[in-house]
């Protein structure tokens, strides 16, 4: 069975640090770039970061470029987002997609094969 799982989520303050944990479950993360969005309350779902399947390619929207990182860790099948200096138009919910021989070239509309559940980051003070 195919699953992705987020973690990790809470409350912060700003210019706290949240570490968000996406585990991948019947499958191999080393094939799938994965991407993180978020859907911020009245919003749509927008991009946030991307890795791509090699680990190579890591592109950001210009709104967290400095503040979060994203790593993949192919041995333990999880990708992490690390969200540093938390401001509260992060707040929202967080979800990770995998897409299969993803290259995280650009942001661009395209179908991920799947979707985690999301969770929610609050910053507030």
């Known amino acids: 069975q195919l699953r992705l799982v987020e973690s990790g989520g809470g409350l912060a303050e700003p210019g706290g640090s949240l570490t968000l944990s996406c585990v991948a479950s019947?499958?191999?993360?080393?094939?799938?770039?994965i991407g993180w969005m978020r859907q911020a309350p009245g919003e749509e779902r927008k991009d946030v970061a991307c890795v791509s399947w090699s680990g190579i390619n890591i592109i950001y929207e210009e709104s967290v470029e400095g503040r979060f990182t994203v790593s993949k860790d192919n041995a333990k099948n999880t990708t992490y987002l690390h969200l540093n200096s938390l401001k509260p138009e992060d707040t929202g919910v967080y979800f990770c997609g995998a897409r299969e021989r993803g290259r995280c070239l650009r942001f661009a509309p395209y179908e991920y094969d799947l979707w985690g559940q999301g969770i929610q980051v609050t910053v507030s003070s």
């Open positions: 019947g499958f191999s993360l080393d094939v799938y770039g």
